[in-house]
């Protein structure tokens, strides 16, 4: 499987990646609409499939749909339990083309769906109906792109086995736009301090009112390290403890904030845990060291990059990101 990894360069589906991200908010905002809440904003997401993304059933009165965007026949599909169906074409189109089409596919389908036409987490966006910049769609980027959820779906999968608390499922967020595990302590967390455009405050908190440790997908963004898997943890420095600063050491990133890591082994055996699902995944075997071989030279293909958490400075952690040299990351970033 290591060899099957398709290259994903940031650059080249940067506009793609940009209107796709707006499509899927879209979609998960009709799911939103239609879902009882759950903890965490679990009732939004969408999940990978063998075909793109999905929303998973959603009850609309006494019938259910579910959407499901198609990255090899390059459709949104509506599928509906009565048998009914529909779908809208992705192709190169404006945000507000793909709305309308979208609302007038539903509401044929007798699925009409009210939604908060603002985008979530994208500082100054225009909102749908009126959004004609984000017009591009190459189907060879958003084929790439999925190919790669795909695997490393595989690999948070392998990854979220190895731990028996409370965990969330594999999920892909769409205001995000990123594909995402977190693990949770069990103890409470002080109030959330940060904030993201057009989403509340409250919300924030909610998500957030737990310590956690996450790991995500991105294929790039303004404020991340193209295609990027970095690890978050989220534990609260005790009352009136200065932030903390450890003599370097090439496995932790420590950043001071209003949050701080978790304890140095604790963090490092989420890397190495990640690391290993990582190479179980791509190789379909245990992740082993040959007996007399240094630690840092038992899997040379498999290299720990830092990279920056997409909060705009408000939650940090410590992150890292895990590589394989297969993948061809456009720009890996700097290794420790």
């Known amino acids: 499987m290591a060899d099957s990894w398709p290259k994903l360069s940031y650059p080249e589906g940067r506009e793609s990646f940009a209107t796709l991200h707006l499509w899927t908010q879209i979609v998960g905002k009709i799911r939103l609409a239609q879902t009882p809440w759950l903890n965490h904003s679990w009732h ?13 059933l959603i009850a609309h009165g006494e019938r259910s749909f579910e959407m499901e965007f198609d990255f090899n026949r390059h459709v949104l599909r509506i599928e509906v339990s ?10 190169p189109r404006s945000v507000a083309d793909f709305y309308a089409a979208l609302t007038q596919a539903l509401g044929k389908l ?6 908060d036409e603002r985008p979530c987490e994208i500082a100054g966006a225009t909102r749908f109906s009126e959004d004609e910049t984000h017009a591009t769609y190459d189907p060879r980027c958003a084929h790439r792109l999925w190919q790669v959820l795909l695997r490393v779906d595989r690999v948070f999968k392998e990854f979220r086995t190895g731990f028996l608390g409370k965990c969330s499922p594999v999920h892909f967020f769409w205001g995000s736009f ?19 455009p057009g989403v509340s405050r409250s919300v924030m908190r909610e998500a957030y009112s737990h310590e956690v440790s996450s790991a995500g997908f991105w294929p790039g963004g303004a404020s991340t390290t193209p295609v990027s898997i970095p690890t978050r943890t989220r534990r609260p420095r005790p009352s009136g403890t200065p932030p903390s600063n450890p003599p370097p050491r090439p496995s932790i990133q420590r950043s001071g904030s209003s949050c701080c890591a978790m304890k140095r082994s604790a963090t490092v055996r989420i890397r190495a845990r990640l690391s290993s699902a990582f190479y179980r995944a791509l190789t379909g075997r245990p992740r082993r060291r040959p007996t007399g071989t240094p630690r840092s030279s038992a899997h040379p293909e498999f290299r720990v990059f830092r990279a920056p958490w997409l909060t705009g400075g408000t939650e940090h952690g410590d992150d890292f990101a895990v590589t394989h040299g297969t993948l061809r990351w456009s720009r890996p970033g700097r290794p420790v």
Do not use: C, I, M, Q
């Open 82 to 91: 009565d048998g009914a169906g529909g779908g809208v074409a992705l192709r």
């Open 110 to 115: 007798g699925l009409a769906v009210s939604v």
């Open 178 to 196: 990123d594909l995402a595990v977190t693990r949770f302590s069990g103890r409470a967390a002080p109030a959330f301090p940060g904030k993201a």
């Open 44 to 56: 939004v997401p969408l999940y990978v499939t063998a075909r793109g993304l999905t929303t998973s």
